[in-house]
C-alpha cells in the first residue's frame, strides 16, 4: 500500500481572480487554478492555495556538517539531512538536478509525516536537523511543523536565498545556522544562470545576519562564468561591509553537470586565489571546497594564526579549540561548539499558527526527489535504497541502519505536470 499524503494549505499567498500571488519568494507567481507555481511546490486549487511538496521527501542520509558545508557549526558533527523537491532558481549547473528541477521526469519520494521525520532522526540518535539537497525554503510548512514537533532539534538551512523576508525570518525563529549559496555576484550571472536577481539574495543573506543566527556562505566558482578576480574582490568587500569579517566564507570547485558539461572543472589554483582575495580583503575565515587541501581548509585562529581546526576532507581534528577559543592564545573565534546548544530566542511556532488552522483532504498523487549545495549531493536513490557520493564509509553510513521499517514502503510514482504558471 502507498502512503497518501494529505492536503496542505501553503503560507504567503493572495486569492485574486481566477487564481492565486504566491508570497513565498520573489518571484511571485500568479498561479491560475488548476496549475503549479515555477517551482513546483504550490498548487493552486478551487478553494485554496495547496503546499504540493509538504512531506514528500526525497532524501535522507546522516552526514558530516562539514558537507553542507558548515565549518564553524558544531565543526566535527553528523547531522540527519533531508531533502523534498523542487527548486524556486533553475540553475543550469545544478547537480541535484534530478531532483530539484521537477519537468524533467519522473520523482520518486516517500511521504513522512513532520512526526516520522522527528522519530527517524531520533533513531539515528541525532539531535541535529538539516534541510538540505533541494531548496528547502519551498517547503516552509513542513519545515515549520517539524520544528513544532521537536523544538529541541537543532535545525540548519541550507539554501539559495531566494524568499521574501517575512517568510524568512519565521524561519530563523526556528533554525540555528544557514548557508546561503552567492552563485556569482552580477544580477547578468544570476538572469543567466539560475532565474532569479543577485539583491534578493543578499537581502536575505542580511537578513539571516541580522537576526543574529550563524551564517556560513558558499560561492561556485565557474571557470568563466563568476572567476574574474575584479567579480570575487566585490563580493568578498560585500561581505566585509554588509555582513562581517567573521562570516566563513567556502569558494568551492565547480564540476561540469547538468546543462554545462561543457564547462572545465575549476583549476584548483582559482579557488585558492579566490582564497587569497578574501583573505587580502580581511575576511578571517576563508576555505576552498571540492578539492583537497593542505592547509586551505583548515581554520587558523585570527589572533595567533595557530591552526585551531585542521581537516582532511570530513575528518576533523579540533584539538586547538577550547569551546570557541583558541586554546594557544585564548581568542574567541566565530565557532559554536559541539558542547554548547546556541543560546538562542525560540518562539512558540504554534502561536504564530492559530490563524491558519490547517484543511487536510486526502489526495493520492505524489511526486519526487530534490536539489543541492556545490559538494552537498543528494543521496541517489535506486530501488527503494540510497547509495552515497561520496562514499567514504567511515564518514557516512546508511541511513536506515536502524531504521529498516522504511524499506517496506511501496513508493508512490507520478510525473509531475508542466508548471503552468506566469511569474515575474
Request: hydrophobic share 30%.
Amino acid at each position: 500500500m502507498a502512503v497518501i499524503n494529505e492536503r496542505t494549505e501553503a503560507r504567503f499567498y493572495e486569492r485574486t481572480g481566477n487564481g492565486y500571488v504566491c508570497k513565498l519568494c520573489p518571484h511571485g507567481c500568479f498561479i491560475p487554478v488548476g496549475k503549479y507555481g515555477r517551482c513546483g511546490s504550490r498548487r493552486a486549487d478551487e478553494d485554496m492555495l495547496i503546499a504540493y511538496t509538504y512531506g514528500k521527501v526525497s532524501s535522507l542520509c546522516v552526514d558530516p556538517i562539514e558537507k553542507k558545508p558548515l565549518y564553524h557549526y558544531k565543526p566535527g558533527s553528523r547531522c540527519f539531512s533531508v531533502g523534498g523537491v523542487g527548486c524556486n532558481m533553475r540553475c543550469r549547473h545544478c547537480q541535484n538536478y534530478a531532483i530539484s528541477q521537477l519537468s524533467s521526469g519522473k520523482k520518486r519520494t516517500t511521504y513522512e509525516r513532520p512526526d516520522e521525520i522527528v522519530a527517524l532522526c531520533r533513531r539515528e540518535r541525532q539531535n541535529i536537523i538539516a534541510f538540505t539537497y533541494n531548496e528547502p525554503s519551498i517547503w516552509f510548512e513542513y519545515i515549520m511543523d517539524i520544528m513544532k514537533a521537536a523544538p529541541d532539534l537543532e535545525c540548519l538551512i541550507i539554501s539559495n536565498g531566494l524568499i521574501c523576508e517575512e517568510p524568512l525570518r519565521q524561519l530563523c525563529d526556528v533554525a540555528d545556522a544557514f548557508n546561503i549559496d552567492i552563485k556569482g555576484f552580477t544580477d547578468e550571472f544570476y538572469v543567466e544562470v539560475c532565474g532569479a536577481h543577485l539583491q534578493d539574495v543578499l537581502r536575505s543573506a542580511k537578513t539571516v545576519h541580522g537576526c543574529g543566527i550563524h551564517l556560513e556562505l558558499t560561492y561556485l566558482v565557474i571557470p568563466g562564468y563568476n572567476d574574474a578576480d575584479d567579480e570575487i574582490e566585490r563580493f568578498c568587500r560585500w561581505v566585509l561591509d554588509e555582513l562581517s569579517a567573521d562570516v566563513p566564507v567556502h569558494f568551492t570547485r565547480f564540476h561540469p553537470d547538468n546543462e554545462m558539461t561543457d564547462v572545465q572543472w575549476t583549476p584548483v589554483e582559482t579557488v585558492l586565489r579566490c582564497r587569497e582575495i578574501g583573505m587580502k580583503c580581511g575576511l578571517k575565515y576563508v576555505y576552498v571546497g571540492n578539492t583537497l587541501s593542505d592547509e586551505a581548509d583548515d581554520t587558523y585562529c585570527p589572533g595567533c594564526g595557530m591552526a585551531v581546526v585542521r581537516r582532511l576532507g570530513y575528518l576533523v581534528d579540533r584539538t586547538g579549540l577550547d569551546g570557541s577559543r583558541c586554546s594557544e592564545c585564548g581568542y574567541r573565534l566565530n565557532i559554536i561548539p559541539r558542547s554548547e546548544k546556541r543560546a538562542q530566542l525560540r518562539y512558540d511556532v504554534s502561536c504564530r499558527d492559530e490563524d491558519h488552522e490547517r484543511n487536510h483532504r486526502g489526495h493520492g498523487d505524489s511526486a519526487g526527489s530534490g536539489l543541492s549545495q556545490p559538494g552537498d549531493r543528494a543521496p541517489v536513490r535506486f530501488s527503494g535504497l540510497y547509495a552515497y557520493d561520496p562514499p567514504v564509509s567511515d564518514v557516512l553510513r546508511h541511513p536506515y541502519e536502524r531504521s529498516p521499517h522504511l524499506l517496506q514502503r511501496d513508493p508512490v510514482f507520478s510525473e509531475h505536470p508542466n508548471p503552468g504558471v506566469s511569474g515575474q
